[in-house]
């Protein structure tokens, strides 16, 4: 899949958007006869304070906006907190990435919290980049997921893993909603780097590895990343309730830490003494269905 061009990405998001809109959730009275899904351009360059040629060539592509501008068109499309956050990354207005962003970067990164990772011994933690790539793992992941060294580099991804790990998906049977949340999570955060190359070799890779959820990776939605619990059952045993949670390393805003927090004793307890068994049966059995993804 190619990403397209950060212009005409804005242009889609924000008609996506004025499309899901109704004149009553504006305040304005609708017409009998409309043939425009949603909001008409005029309705959205009126209430934005903008000419509707203007706005016409903003959803083409074709015209930059102010910061100022585009807020006044988010206001219009009545976005939330993520989606004006990823209408200005899209346009250009986002936290410059570090400078030194490359490998001894990432490698600082892990050595400083992967400390942090290993002092959860009953809580599935890892350590994700901006492009959700897993730079570290706790034994508690390894555990209860299967450890990330079975997958190929390139797909070492969360996303990644929700969508095509089936030993992950299996310990996982709730795994879809939380799989589009984390989607529209790091929708949300890539649009400052939608031609990026890593960006553009995970949309790439998803679809040709998961092409069931292809309706996905052309979705325009975006969300946080929010708190919930999920249910996991580990083979053998009785399942286990997880909250995920999930935070940003001072080192580097843009890197995030994931954590599945035992809901109750009993869960990390049965976590515990899946950490303490033979590795050979977190980690190997879905190595054979990893590698023939990877393939495909």
Do not use: K
Not at 72 to 96: I, K, N, T
Not at 139 to 153: K, N, Q, R, Y
Not at 158 to 177: N, Q, S, T
């Amino acid at each position: 899949m190619s990403t397209p061009a950060t212009g005409q990405e804005l242009g889609a998001f924000l008609r996506a958007h004025r499309e899901l809109l109704q004149p009553a959730d504006v305040g304005l009275t609708a017409t009998a006869r409309r043939r425009t899904p949603g909001l008409r351009r005029e309705e959205v360059a009126s209430l934005s304070g903008v000419g509707l040629a203007w706005y016409t060539w903003l959803e083409q592509g074709r015209v930059t906006a102010s910061r100022q501008v585009l807020e006044a068109v988010a206001r219009a499309l009545r976005l939330d907190q993520a989606g004006l956050r990823h209408a200005m990354r899209l346009a250009g207005y986002h936290e410059p990435v570090p400078a030194d962003a490359d490998r001894s970067a990432a490698g600082r990164l892990t050595a400083s919290v992967r400390p942090v990772l290993d002092s959860w011994p009953a809580s599935p933690a890892a350590l994700l980049d901006r492009h959700f790539d897993l730079l570290a793992w706790n034994a508690a992941w390894t555990a209860l997921w299967g450890s990330p060294e079975h997958v190929p580099a390139d797909r070492r991804n969360l996303m990644w893993l929700l969508a095509v790990d089936h030993r992950l998906r299996g310990v996982l049977p709730d795994w879809e909603p939380l799989a589009m949340n984390v989607f529209q999570h790091f929708r949300a955060q890539a649009g400052p780097a939608i031609a990026d190359p890593r960006t553009d070799e995970l949309y790439r890779r998803l679809e040709a590895d998961a092409p069931e959820l292809r309706h996905w990776w052309g979705c325009h939605s975006v969300a946080e990343l929010t708190a919930r619990t999920v249910r996991a059952t580990p083979p053998g045993l009785d399942p286990v309730r997880l909250t995920l949670s999930s935070f940003h390393p001072v080192d580097d805003p843009s890197a995030l830490v994931v954590l599945f927090t035992p809901a109750t004793p009993e869960d990390a307890a049965r976590v515990t003494g899946l950490t303490a068994g033979p590795r050979t049966e977190a980690t190997g059995g879905g190595s054979e269905l990893l590698a023939a993804g990877a393939r495909r």
